[in-house]
């Protein structure tokens, strides 16, 4: 067993939360000197970003039982995504001027193993309520602030959706704040739920209404817009992961293949075109016929709004892939917010055709673009890729990069002296 941190063994009375925090805060980022929380996102960028969220359906809540409360009391209020990153941080003027001196503004990035210890960042690691007072904070200049924050949960599947944070002076951590915010966040929840209730009741509604009509077809311009985009995980997984109006789904290799080849083809593919995509050479049609069969017996209960048309198969709305949106913000030089997506090489382990092509394409892509026109952050950012491991060329340009003074210097010429040993 490696000993304790010298910064761990100064503070014996620390909290044993705070303590795991603060180790896992040294093994991600070494040192709490100079810990600056990067900003993720551009303005136009960090609004779409929102919009799109599944939390912004519960800015309401958090706005009637929270925000409003906090004018004039010294306290700000954040909401982050599921990765630490604020999209929304409102509240106390005064409060606001002042947190924009450590960055605790919006689109900054407030995830543990960015800045350390902190209740926005730590909550999200284990997943309950937290609150971090004052010299508990990993990074210094935050010694003044102290803060409680609590994980919003996806209310089907239980996943970490984000997490609401309030942060301040000692009354953030008052006796009766973490049981205000647990309420306030309970109360998101709630109105979630509500909200797909009421969506699936209508889609039923639209589907009885469809099948009943005997003749003519049912005006779908008139219908609700869905609360969040369809999208498909593709990256850093072999089971592609669906999200269909709030809801995940998780799909087979093969379901992920097919549903990713038909995304990426919005104007559909012959059963010959998807068959040479997603299966060896020689694979009979029948193969792909069978697959679709089950594909869509699946799709029909847990996202019958995207069940595939037939000649050619075609998805009937549009799906976004995470792989494309990377090569996406690639090609509008957002670095940040290709790496904040990037979770991996595309299902790793596919052998079909061409998810091998995708895979490659996209991974080239996101190398030669942070090579060539990333910042020195991004650039680290990209080294803790696992394919970023040995990559020679990319330690030694984030060396170049980096400034003759930088804390960070020193891992990367630990690292590159044992790749080059």
């Known amino acids: 067993m490696s000993p304790e941190h010298p910064l761990l063994e100064s503070q014996p009375s620390m909290r044993t939360l705070v303590r795991e925090s603060w180790q896992r805060s040294l093994d991600a980022l070494a040192t709490p000197a100079g810990l600056s929380p990067p900003a993720v996102w551009?303005?136009?960028e960090l609004k779409d970003f929102r919009r799109d969220h599944p939390l912004a359906a519960i800015m309401p809540v958090i706005t009637k039982l929270l925000v409003e409360p906090s004018h004039d009391t010294g306290l700000l209020i954040a909401v982050g995504d599921e990765h630490g990153r604020l999209l929304w941080v409102e509240g106390d003027s005064v409060a606001r001027r002042n947190g924009e001196n450590i960055n605790f503004a919006t689109g900054a990035d407030w995830s543990e193993t960015v800045v350390g210890t902190s209740a926005p960042g730590t909550a999200l690691v284990l997943g309950k309520s937290v609150q971090i007072v004052g010299h508990e904070h990993f990074n210094p200049a935050?010694?003044?602030?102290?803060?409680?924050?609590v994980p919003v949960h996806d209310p089907d599947s239980g996943a970490v959706l984000g997490v609401v944070d309030i942060t301040g002076g000692v009354e953030a951590v008052g006796a009766n704040t973490l049981s205000l915010v647990?309420?306030?966040?309970a109360a998101a929840e709630a109105q979630l739920r509500i909200e797909r209730l009421e969506r699936r009741a209508e889609q039923e509604r639209r589907t009885w209404f469809s099948s009943s009509a005997s003749a003519g077809t049912v005006d779908t311009a008139s219908a609700k817009k869905p609360l969040y985009r369809d999208s498909l995980q593709i990256l850093g997984r072999d089971q592609g992961l669906l999200h269909v109006a709030g809801q995940a789904v998780t799909l087979s290799e093969r379901h992920?293949?097919?549903?990713?080849?038909?995304?990426?083809?919005?104007?559909?593919?012959?059963a010959e075109e998807l068959t040479?995509?997603?299966y060896p050479e020689g694979t009979s049609l029948t193969s792909i016929r069978a697959e679709?069969?089950?594909?869509?017996?699946l799709?029909?209960?847990?996202?019958?709004?995207l069940v595939p048309e037939s000649r050619p198969y075609r998805l009937p709305r549009a799906l976004v892939v995470d792989a494309e949106q990377v090569r996406n913000y690639l090609d509008r030089g957002a670095h940040r917010l290709a790496l904040n997506i990037y979770r991996g090489e595309v299902m790793p382990r596919s052998l079909a055709p061409e998810i091998e092509v995708i895979r490659h394409r996209v991974a080239v892509q996101l190398r030669e673009a942070?090579?060539?026109?990333?910042?020195?952050?991004?650039?680290?950012?990209?080294?803790q890729l696992p394919e970023a491991a040995d990559d020679v060329e990319a330690w030694r340009t984030a060396l170049r990069l980096l400034p003759p003074r930088s804390p960070k210097r020193a891992a990367v010429v630990a690292h590159l002296e044992a790749l080059e040993g």
Not at 299 to 305: C, F, M, S, V, Y
Not at 370 to 383: F, H, T, V
């Open 42 to 44: 551009e303005s136009r």
């Open 142 to 149: 935050v010694h003044s602030w102290s803060c409680t924050a």
């Open 182 to 185: 647990q309420a306030s966040v």
């Open 256 to 270: 992920t293949e097919i549903m990713a080849m038909l995304a990426l083809h919005p104007d559909g593919l012959s």
């Open 276 to 278: 040479d995509k997603v």
């Open 292 to 297: 679709m069969v089950r594909l869509r017996k």
């Open 299 to 305: 799709l029909r209960g847990a996202a019958p709004t």
């Open 370 to 383: 942070i090579l060539a026109d990333a910042s020195p952050e991004a650039l680290l950012g990209y080294l």
